[in-house]
T-cell receptor
């Protein structure tokens, strides 16, 4: 089954404790992206990756890091989480960076709470 | 810049009522337009899309027409069902493959 998976689905942590949210897709997609969803703000892009070893900032990159060492995986790293990073996070993937009509496939989401 | 303005919710309708969720956009160039749906506890799923002016996207009884003259992409359904209860997001996609989302509209359909 074609899908995007994220782990963990739920995470409660404390300020300053480094964490990683994993994202994996099995569709051989080139393009992957991370979004955060907050009430009244919709989804905002954090980082995206056009292909292996190619990443770039989205609209709200501060406090986050990413890496793309393999095509299927795109982990999101919070080196020192803060309470304002409490949010619902979605990973997404798409066939290609270059074609603006391509559908993005979303993972099920990771609900993060930072206390 | 690029932005999407979406009708604020929540919207509550009775089963079989007509649905309209308004969406207008601002974009540079010629974006593609999308409606995504988020069912409770799930990620977003593509509902329909339109890639150029006057295109009509349709799926599961939902429709939206890409209106360049009014920069709009309103979502409509003639007869909603309880199973349509979800949050609906309008989005535009630029050539850089970056999606810009509206804030979402929560729809609740009551029997």
């Amino acid at each position: 089954e074609a899908q995007v998976t994220q782990n963990p689905r739920y995470l409660i942590t404390v300020t300053g404790k480094k964490l990683t949210v994993t994202c994996s897709q099995n569709m051989n997609h080139e393009y992957m992206s991370w979004y955060r969803q907050d009430p009244g703000l919709g989804l905002r892009q954090i980082y995206y990756s056009m292909n292996v070893e190619v990443t770039d900032k989205g609209d709200v990159p501060e406090g986050y890091k990413v890496s793309r060492k393999e095509k299927r995986n795109f982990p999101l790293i919070l080196e020192s989480p803060s309470p304002n990073q409490t949010s619902l996070y979605f990973c997404a993937s798409s066939t290609s960076y270059y074609y603006s009509s391509y559908e993005q496939y979303f993972g099920p989401g990771t609900r993060l709470t930072v206390t | 810049g690029n932005s999407v303005t979406q009708m604020e919710g929540p919207v509550t309708l009775s089963e079989e009522a007509f649905l309209t969720i308004n969406c207008t956009y601002t974009a540079t160039g010629y974006p593609s337009l999308f409606w995504y749906v988020q069912y409770p506890g799930e990620g977003l799923q593509l509902l329909l899309k339109a890639t150029k002016a006057d295109d009509k996207g349709s799926n599961k009884g939902f429709e939206a027409t890409y209106r360049k003259e009014t920069t709009s992409f309103h979502l409509e359904k003639g007869s909603v069902q309880v199973s349509d209860s979800a949050v609906y997001f309008c989005a535009l996609l630029t050539g850089a493959n970056n999606l810009f989302f509206g804030t979402g509209t929560r729809l609740t359909v009551i029997p």
